[in-house]
């Protein structure tokens, strides 16, 4: 067994930090193959135009993919060259043979090939994104939707604070990502950019076509032509891992949130699955949250490799390379965990079970106070506010030092006798009648995230 030092390899950790379909995209051989196929689409391009023979860009286009490619060869000669590319050449030279091998990677740069090759795998990786993202979001409608009533605490700085909805908790995370999907199209549509400059943007190795060659072999590869080169601006594709990773930065916020509500102590959710699930090695007793723990872990990882972007940009002059070598990690990283993330994140809410009783029982923790917003607001139509907030206050003082709740504290205090009748008291103290406007932003929330159903094109 070849031992692997990357958990994005490990056998037992199959798909944890990588789901399948993207590493297709970022590993090895997808890496490889996307600079072959840009290397066809060039030379396609270039014998369409007249810029090789035609014969000679069919040969290449016929013989050349990932199959011809020896992997220990091209190694040795990466680390002779610090580039893969020219190594990548030398095989694809030889796999077309003579007379049509002069013209493989005519008038082009290593740039050119992974550059556009790595668009290519961010094309083909937003759209895996996309496709989660959509999955995601249309949990969150379902559940919201189920869930616009279902009474819970609000809690704040780790509080209880006053009556919401779970469904407008679930909203809240609905438009949010409504937000990302945009920003995460919006960023990966301008990254999924052809880069065909040649050695220093000018293209004078092609000339005079070197624009119509740079547009053509954009539409082979189904990618964007920028107006200039991009060897030395790394923006788009920067803008695009840092969107990946706010995208990260709220998995994993959602994901705690979820976890605290499973804890013992809360118990308002709780992951349901096959048997064995989340057991402890020691207590029986324990069945753990591994979907929320996994879904924040990773995204923590997403959303810290995704600061190191910002790197890639110190470029000098025309291009350079100490912070180009770093992108080659970064991008797959990003949007390898993004991808995982998301992918627990769907796992979680797919069996994520809602305890509406508990959620009810929690409300009354705090024997009413968490309707004091209510009370003062209900004696500020009598007396000055700052009056009515010092007789509620009062008021909670006497529930914290005694066994009391709000209700007793208001039918048995003399400070309080004519404010409120007892009917006043059962409404003001009503959880129910106190979650304001929640149902229908959650309403107007799902609507709007139902309107956004874009295609990645």
């Known amino acids: 067994m070849i031992s692997s030092t990357s958990l994005f390899d490990w056998n037992i950790y199959q798909d944890i930090y990588a789901p399948a379909e ?15 196929n840009v290397e066809r689409a060039i030379s396609r391009t270039q014998g369409a135009i007249g810029i090789i023979p035609e014969a000679a860009a069919q040969a290449i286009d016929s013989k050349l993919g990932i199959d011809i490619i020896d992997f220990d060869r091209l190694q040795s000669d990466v680390q002779i060259v610090g580039r893969p590319v020219v190594g990548l050449v030398r095989q ?39 496709r989660q993202l959509a999955e995601l979001r249309e949990i969150w409608e379902n559940l919201a939707e189920e869930h616009k009533l279902t009474i819970m605490i609000a809690r704040t700085n780790g509080q209880h604070a006053q009556p919401t909805t779970f469904g407008a908790r679930v909203a809240n995370w609905l438009e949010e990502f409504v937000r990302h999907h945009k920003r995460v199209l919006s960023s990966g549509h301008e990254a999924a950019s052809v880069q065909l400059g040649s050695v220093t943007g000018s293209l004078a190795s092609v000339h005079p076509n070197g624009l119509e060659l740079r547009d053509g072999v954009a539409a082979e590869l ?20 840092l969107n990946l990773g706010l995208v990260c930065a709220s998995l994993a ?43 924040e ?38 949007f390898l965990l993004t991808s995982a993330a998301l992918q627990w994140q769907i796992d979680l809410f797919s069996r994520l079970q ?36 010092k007789r509620v206050d009062l008021a909670c003082e006497r529930v914290r030092q005694s066994s009391k709740s709000m209700s007793e504290v208001l039918k048995s205090g ?23 406007a929640a149902p229908e932003i959650v309403e107007r929330t799902i609507s709007y995230s139902r309107d956004y159903r874009p295609s990645n094109s």
């Open 253 to 295: 916020r959602i994901a705690r949130d979820v976890a605290s509500l499973s804890s013992t102590d809360i118990g308002e959710t709780r992951e349901v699955g096959q048997s064995g699930r989340g057991r402890s090695s020691a207590m029986p007793h324990k069945q753990n949250p591994r979907a929320s723990e996994f879904a």
């Open 414 to 436: 003399p400070e309080f006798k004519d404010l409120f009748s007892d009917e006043d008291i059962e409404n003001l103290l009503d959880p129910t009648k106190y979650i304001g």
């Open 222 to 241: 189904g990618l964007r032509s920028t107006q200039a080169n991009w060897h030395n601006a790394r923006d788009a594709i920067a803008a695009c891992i």
């Open 354 to 389: 809602i305890d509406k009783e508990r959620m009810s029982q929690n409300i009354q923790a705090t024997r009413g106070m968490a309707l004091s917003e209510n009370l003062t607001l209900f004696l500020a139509r009598r007396m000055n506010k700052m009056e009515a907030r």
């Open 22 to 36: 993207m590493k297709n995209v970022f590993g090895e051989r997808g890496a490889i193959e996307s600079w072959i």
């Open 92 to 130: 694809l030279t030889d796999a077309v043979g003579e007379p049509h091998n002069v013209w493989v990677h005519y008038g082009v740069s290593t740039y050119d090939i992974m550059d556009s090759g790595t668009a290519c795998q961010i094309k083909d990786g937003i759209e895996i994104i996309h």
């Open 297 to 334: 872990g990773v995204a923590r990882l997403g959303r810290q490799r995704a600061m190191g972007i910002s790197e890639v940009m110190a470029q000098e002059h025309e291009r350079s390379g100490g912070g180009y070598t770093a992108e080659w990690m970064l991008v797959p990283d990003v």
